[in-house]
């Protein structure tokens, strides 16, 4: 004991000669505590520390002052690094943040957020706008959002360089707070040589809420993008130049329809066995992806098998197809398409959703007053621009239904739901309208009874979206209960339920071949489901809010999606990466379509425009690619402004018209 | 700490007769009520957005709080969004403007009229690309600008787009529609379909791609076209149905159709017959041009100043003709008040020059005499404006004295009251001048001799001396003077004033009453004369 006291006033003389008074004091209150002995071979900057600790408990500023230095420090950092090193702020942010409400330090929570919170403004303003609300423990419990953050490691590449100026920062600054949240929520993946371009970022901006990692597992499944089989477009392509004559094509159809149903028939018997012979595309591993796989001219799309059993299609009906393909108008960069605009009048701010039918000819509104309207171009008379198609679709026919006081009205009124209808879909045909409404059921109705035949009921929450798939017979929902499900017409119960998303699922679109569906959510990511198994196959991230939009390019290999914000970005489905986001509305994109060929990509917004874009990266455009000599260049090719109708959905028909509608809306 | 305070909390409790809420319940339920208040517009904002919408509406909150299993707040329902109001006194403090309706009122109004019913219209937004100009399409703005913005945006990932020279394409209705327009200019501008021409350039919203044609045509058609009276007259209506047009932007064409503006408006001869009427036309091209001053000449400014240049020297050089001299002052004097002000200080030279050519002793080509009537009447006209817009920014300035012995005399000022009259309503006051103006050359026209109104203005012009020496002396003489000649010591008595009142202006005033005579007494607006009297 004696020879502790020694050395404790050799250390105090120590301490006073060097001129360290608090760490003197602290050894003062340490030895008047009779505390533990100290370490005194260390350099006095232990002392320091344990100095700080001492005080830990009641100095929340140091949260606050660690944070702003380090975010000062990084701001002055080297251009270079800098904005690697702004990458870490965000995470270090919100967790100090966090940090700062779970220890109950509520008042002092709200000054650091306020103090700081402008920096992350742009890249994550909603994010913000979610944790502003987080006031006490039982909220960052209760906060799903909040609780991933805690739960998992946010990753972060950055290079040796920039993980060298950090730590050598948070040791020279001892700065403890700093290094205890960087410790504890991120995890560096030091990479040697240059720091990352800033495009890169696109991942570290979503922190989704399983880590990144399983993200990237679930991408590397293989994934099969081709088309169908045997599809009418593939028939048509053999056939080809051979088909001058209309009625030498008709009588050749019948054979190949002949021959079709009798494949039909045989491929539906051994449905199990045949799909372990499918022509596999291997999906590309992200690791292995350096030489991107679209850089070659690809030959046409590899074609797959249906996995689900699909509904035959009668032979008018084939034929009435195969005579709009033949007169499909090639649409290119130079060849813009044609656009009928579909305006709602006096709708009272109560228009939901709408959408028009394949050929244009019947166009419903789901309304908030729980109703769904149809309108039956054909009747409407003055319809010049939609008449010539008319031939598609003669056999559909409303009645015009007299009104309660006679009054005829100029559309069929389909009274069911008990809530704001979200969402109509059309059949292929034109002889089915599906909706969806906030009373969670979705509702089949008759073109040609004007009746609703059945009611699905499964959803616990609205149902957000419906799709009819390309075939017909199936369909997909979503939800704000985070689900997206599959059913089929026949049955009243689902007949698979993908769950996976963390907040509502908005929208839901077919893959080409009906093998995939993808969901857009609330959650800020897009996800592909395998409609066999219902599991989830890709996680496709990088937008920065809600996705309102969703459409696949009808060669399968890329999906688009639009957000709230107004950005689009097109997807790689086999790699799950961005080829490229498109900028250029500056609102909401409620509404995106592929043309036919795939070459031209429309979409519509709350801006009151629509815009088409260039897509060449089409299989089918080779020689645009070789002129261009990148094969990912996407570009605004037209901007098509209404008057002041925002555009609520976009339809490519078979014969590449864009139909486009929208409600004549008066500005506040 | 959250933005719900706690009193907030005990503001609430009381109105549901919780009284005794304690302090640390309310401050621990503050920030619950905000995380809930949150967690509401979060899934608002959903609805919101999967009903297609962009602003919040009450709709939306129900349909939030019915997510939550919550009774949504009854009574909010509206079709739009809420006007909120702001309370005074307080910066962020708004409220919802909810008036007290009477319900007997409610049941006794009378049924509003049943909401139109939904309907769907369809157009051709685009054609292989191409907006048609139709009313149903947004107006097309400036060629080739829109497509800048996003290229421009994609820049630094993209290899930069070689733009072509842009190619005009116009749309074969457009073509048909410029035919038609410039044939009936050419040919029928007297027919009614030439109005309703004019009507549709006016109001029509496609036409902005057909403006360059139009520009170019006018200045074509203008310079060939001199000696065409109904042509250029025509042509002058096209650009003003062109200049009202709300959906074109004829800005950039401007500079290209001043010149022939201009000629219309200054030219030394229009037309070839005698029977033309174009002092008509530069009334109209005048007009014309002030509206184009009005209207863009914040834009370009230096679009006035040039043009006053030319007209003030076309006015000032002796050599040009009488016609021209006439459209400079026209010209000058629509081009508002400023510029009229440029037309006094030449007043008297011009006057003195023009002298000779109103008198029948010394003009005899009847024809000359005629035009320098014209513009006599026309530079009273001017100057009397000038004079009025002057008197009108002067500010009321009540003299007591001079008022109390004017008032006295009032009987005087209703024993003359038919020359008062034009001038009596300010909104009467453009036609009457007109009439003023037109009316002096017209009598000369008519009777070919001396007309009155010129053996007035000589003798008028011979007294002023006269009347001067008494103007200097002060008001309260004047009633003494009433009984000899109440309607000249009444004109002089308001000199007299407004030389008191502001010397500049009096002076300007004065020259001008004594240029002209009493005839620009008419001018003298009324609320003004009446202060006076």
């Not at chain 1, 950092?77 to 940090?99: A, G, T, W």
């Not at chain 1, 080409?512 to 066999?532: M, P």
């Not at chain 1, 009151?608 to 990912?632: F, H, I």
Request: hydrophobic share 35%.
């Amino acid at each position: 004991m004696e020879n502790m006291q020694a050395v404790n006033s050799f250390v105090t003389a120590y301490l006073k000669k060097k001129g360290f008074k608090e760490a003197e004091q602290l050894l003062e209150d340490l030895q008047k505590k009779e505390s533990a002995p100290i370490d005194f071979h260390n350099d006095p900057d232990l002392a320091k520390l344990i100095h700080h600790f001492s005080q830990s408990e009641d100095d929340v500023a140091r949260y606050q002052d660690g944070y702003s230095k380090l975010r000062s420090w990084t701001y002055s950092s080297l251009d270079l690094y800098k904005h690697e090193l702004l990458r870490v702020l965000y995470p270090v942010f919100i967790h100090s943040f966090m940090d700062l409400v779970a220890k109950g330090h509520l008042q002092e929570a709200r000054t650091f957020f306020n103090a700081f919170h402008e920096d992350h403004e742009l890249m994550h303003s909603r994010d913000l706008q979610k944790l502003e609300g987080v006031l006490s423990q039982s909220h960052l419990e209760e906060m799903e959002f909040a609780r991933s953050l805690r739960q998992n490691k946010v990753n972060i590449k950055i290079c040796q360089y920039s993980y060298g100026l950090l730590l050598q920062y948070l040791h020279k600054t001892q700065s403890t707070a700093m290094l205890g949240v960087i410790n504890e929520h991120i995890n560096f993946q030091v990479t040697s040589g240059q720091p990352g371009s800033i495009s890169d970022d696109t991942e570290v901006v979503t922190l989704i809420g399983s880590c990144q990692d399983a993200a990237s597992l679930i991408n590397q499944k293989e994934i099969h993008w081709g088309l169908l089989e045997d599809s009418l477009e593939e028939r048509l392509e053999k056939e080809g130049g051979l088909l001058s004559d209309s009625e030498k094509a008709e009588a050749e159809n019948k054979e190949g329809d002949v021959d079709d149903s009798k494949k039909r028939s045989v491929e539906g018997g051994k449905q199990g066995a045949s799909t372990k012979k499918l022509k596999k595309d291997k999906a590309v591993n992200a690791t292995a992806k350096s030489a991107r796989p679209e850089a070659k001219p690809t030959p046409a799309a590899p074609r797959v098998k249906p996995e689900l059993t699909l509904p035959v299609m009668s032979t008018e009906v084939e034929q009435s197809i195969l005579e709009d393909l033949r007169n499909r108008v090639q649409l290119s960069s130079i060849a813009l398409p044609s656009v009928s605009f579909y305006t709602f009048l006096n709708t009272h701010n109560g228009l939901n959703c709408s959408s028009v039918s394949q050929d244009g000819s019947l166009v419903a509104g789901g309304f908030s007053d729980s109703s769904l309207k149809v309108w039956d171009m054909a009747k409407l008379g003055q319809q010049a621009g939609s008449s010539t198609l008319q031939g598609e679709n003669d056999s559909t026919s409303s009645e015009h239904v007299a009104g309660p006081n006679g009054v005829k009205r100029s559309y069929t009124l389909f009274q069911g739901h008990s809530g704001p209808v979200y969402s109509a879909t059309f059949s292929p045909l034109g002889d089915f309208i599906l909706s969806s409404s906030a009373d969670t059921t979705i509702r089949l109705w008759s073109t040609k009874l004007n009746a609703n035949l059945v009611c699905y009921k499964g959803h616990n929450y609205p149902v957000w979206d419906v799709q009819f798939s390309p075939v017909g017979h199936y369909f997909a929902s979503s939800s704000h209960d985070r689900t997206a499900r599959i059913w089929s017409m026949d049955r009243i119960q689902p007949l698979r339920i993908m769950a996976g998303h963390l907040s509502d699922v908005d929208c839901v679109q077919w893959h080409a071949n009906c093998n995939y569906i993808a969901t857009g959510s609330s959650d800020r990511t897009v996800r592909l489901w395998d409609v066999q198994s219902g599991e989830c196959v890709r996680i496709f991230i990088g937008h920065r809010s809600m996705i309102l939009s969703l459409a696949m390019s009808p060669d399968g290999r890329y999906m688009a999606s639009g957000d709230e914000d107004g950005t689009i970005m097109m997807w790689d489905l086999s790699s799950g990466r961005c080829v490229t986001p498109l900028m250029g509305h500056t609102s909401c994109v409620w509404s995106l379509a592929f043309s036919c060929e795939g070459t031209v990509l429309a979409s519509g917004s709350a801006d009151c425009t629509v815009k088409l874009w260039d897509v060449t990266t089409s299989t089918k455009a080779p020689k645009n690619e070789e002129k261009s000599g990148n094969p990912n260049r996407l570009r605004s090719l037209k901007t098509l402004a209404t008057k002041s109708s925002p555009v609520y959905s976009l339809r490519f028909s078979r014969r590449n018209l864009l139909f486009a509608a929208g409600v004549l809306s008066k500005k506040y | 700490m959250s933005i719900v305070p706690k009193e907030t909390i005990e503001v609430i409790a009381q109105s549901i007769g919780i009284n005794n809420l304690s302090d640390d319940a309310a401050l621990s339920l503050a920030p619950d009520v905000e995380y809930r208040m949150r967690e509401i517009m979060q899934e608002a904002i959903k609805c919101m957005r999967h009903s297609r919408r962009t602003i919040l509406t009450t709709d939306d909150v129900d349909g939030a709080l019915n997510l939550r299993n919550v009774e949504p707040v009854y009574g909010f329902t509206s079709g739009g969004p809420l006007q909120f109001k702001r309370a005074i006194g307080h910066r962020d403090l708004f409220y919802v403007d909810d008036r007290d309706v009477d319900l007997k009122d409610v049941i006794e109004a009378p049924l509003p009229k049943a909401p139109l019913d939904t309907g769907v219209v369809c157009h051709w937004l685009a054609i292989e690309g191409v907006q048609p100009a139709i009313p149903e399409n947004a107006p097309v703005g400036a060629i080739a600008a829109p497509s800048n913005g996003t290229t421009y945006e994609q820049k630094e990932e993209l290899p930069v787009d070689i733009k072509l020279p842009v190619k005009h394409v116009l749309s074969r209705e457009l073509q048909l529609y410029f035919d038609k327009i410039t044939e009936l200019t050419l040919r029928k501008s007297d027919s009614t379909l030439f109005k309703e021409a004019l009507v549709s350039l006016a109001t029509d919203s496609g036409l902005h791609p057909l403006v360059p044609y139009f520009t170019y045509f006018i200045s074509d058609e203008v310079s060939r076209g001199l000696n065409d009276y109904s042509l250029l007259f025509a042509l002058m209506r096209v650009v003003w149905s062109l200049l009202q047009n709300p959906h074109i932007h004829i800005e950039p064409y401007l500079h290209q159709l001043m010149p022939s503006v201009v000629t219309c408006l200054v030219s030394k001869k229009l037309g070839n017959r005698i029977a033309d009427n174009h002092w008509e036309l530069r009334d109209f091209t005048a007009k014309l041009v002030a509206s184009i001053c009005k209207r863009f000449g914040h834009v370009y400014n230096t679009l006035q100043t040039r043009l006053t240049k030319t007209l003030l020297n076309a006015l000032l050089d002796p050599k040009r003709a009488l016609t021209q001299h006439y459209g400079a002052v026209q010209g000058l004097a629509a081009l508002g008040p400023n510029v009229r002000l440029l037309i006094l200080p030449n007043l008297e030279p011009y006057l003195r020059l023009l002298e000779p050519e109103l008198l029948l002793e010394k003009q005899k080509n009847e024809m000359k005499r005629y035009e320098a009537w014209r513009i006599y009447g026309v530079l009273l006209r001017a100057a009397g404006q000038s004079i009025f817009e002057r008197l009108k920014i002067f500010p009321p300035l009540p003299s007591t004295p001079a008022h109390a012995i004017w008032k006295s005399k009032e009987k005087v000022v209703t024993a003359a009251p038919n020359k008062r009259k034009a001038s009596t309503e300010p909104m009467e006051h453009e036609p009457a001048l007109k009439k003023i103006a037109t009316d002096g050359p017209t009598t000369v026209s008519a009777n070919s001799s001396p007309s009155p109104m010129q053996v007035e203005t000589v003798t008028t012009l011979a007294s002023p001396g006269k009347y001067e020496a008494g103007q200097p002396s002060s008001s309260e003489k004047m009633p003494n003077r009433v009984g000899k000649d109440g309607k000249v010591l009444k004109k002089s008595a308001i000199l007299n004033q407004i030389w008191k009142d502001d010397l500049n202006s009096g002076r300007t005033l004065v020259t001008v009453f004594e240029l002209f005579g009493e005839s620009i007494l008419s001018f003298i607006p009324s609320p003004e004369m009446s202060l006076f009297i």
